[in-house]
């Protein structure tokens, strides 16, 4: 088999296609012919040996753990329906998805109908989940205004989706004008690039203050972002690409009467049906078409291009992989 492995930690550059042996599913596990694979900006921190929400990986490893494709052997004890299927899982705690073949359980598996391409079926069974996670927690509706920054990445694009379909009034940020003008077919109320000067200004003037904050950059942007929510408004987070957290102070929460929230672990994992669940979710919207995905695709052999363009935020959505 075809697959990137990461022998020793540090830039992307350290990310290398070898040949390997095929591998073999043991009694339980189903093997994936890898048709996509998913890239997802913790993939880089895990690469650079950072700590994170997961432990650091065993060297050499390869990385990922979002595929789809098609399941083209079975081990002992595994149904025989499986075989021959096409399928989108999430590898969990175990990574191997930068590959063309993947072992993973049955339990991990989703059937795609025929009508979900495979790289949207990686968008949304990883960072799609992550979407539903933040508006089934943090729900919006037709009395609000609602704030995205990196509103082009792979989730901002999809909560943009979700929340315009929740009626809500939806103000887009991107890091640059091609990215909001690709925004724009989305049909939002209002695109900005934060990458220039006063921009925060020019999102109070043309939509007022915003009422919900949907927070996964952080640092400078997220912070200025809380300073244009409006009394009552309600800061939403779940990541912070930017490398910190928004910084508030309880002066901030209480001469305005705002709300601050942390939407994914134990959030996410009590909603209805858990992470199983959400993926479950997003993935029938996707197949509904009432998520369109945005995705940037490359050649498995180029992950180590993948991760240069991820991090500089050269990409646009989800970045997929095709082996």
């Not at 408004?233 to 309880?250: I, K």
């Amino acid at each position: 088999m075809r697959a990137i492995r990461l022998h020793e930690f540090g830039p992307a550059g350290n990310l290398r296609p070898e040949d390997l042996p095929d591998l073999t599913p043991e009694p339980g596990q189903v093997r994936i012919a890898v048709q996509a694979s998913g890239v997802h900006l913790l993939d880089t921190t895990l690469r650079w040996g950072k700590p994170g929400p997961m432990p650091q990986p065993e060297l050499p490893t390869i990385p990922g753990r979002e595929v789809a494709g098609v399941v083209d052997a079975i081990g002992s004890e595994v149904p025989p329906e499986w075989l021959g299927r096409r399928v989108v899982a999430h590898l969990g705690m175990v990574p191997g998805g930068y590959a063309s073949q993947a072992l993973t359980d049955p339990g991990k598996l989703f059937a795609l109908p025929d009508r979900v391409e495979v790289a949207d079926a990686v968008a949304a069974v990883g960072t799609g989940r992550t979407a539903m996670g933040v508006l089934e927690s943090e729900p919006v509706g037709p009395t609000d205004t609602v704030l995205i920054p990196s509103a082009a990445g792979g989730l901002g694009w999809l909560l943009a989706q979700g929340a315009r379909d929740a009626g809500a009034a939806v103000v887009a940020l991107a890091g640059s004008r091609e990215k909001v003008e690709r925004l724009s077919t989305l049909g939002l109320s209002y695109a900005e690039d934060y990458s220039q000067d006063g921009w925060d200004e020019r999102v109070r003037d043309a939509v007022g203050e915003p009422s919900v904050v949907y927070d996964g950059v952080g640092g400078d942007v997220g912070r200025r972002a809380l300073e244009l929510l409006g009394p009552g408004g309600r800061l939403v987070m779940f990541g912070y690409s930017s490398g910190e957290p928004t910084a508030f102070t309880t002066a901030d929460v209480i001469d305005r009467g705002l709300t601050v929230s942390w939407s994914l672990g134990s959030r996410m994992l009590a909603l209805p049906g858990g992470i199983p669940g959400l993926a479950r979710r997003a993935l029938e919207r996707v197949a509904g078409g009432r998520w369109a995905p945005l995705v940037t695709t490359y050649p498995l052999d180029e992950a180590a291009r993948a991760h240069s363009d991820l991090e500089a935020r050269r990409t646009m959505g989800k970045v997929v992989l095709l082996p």
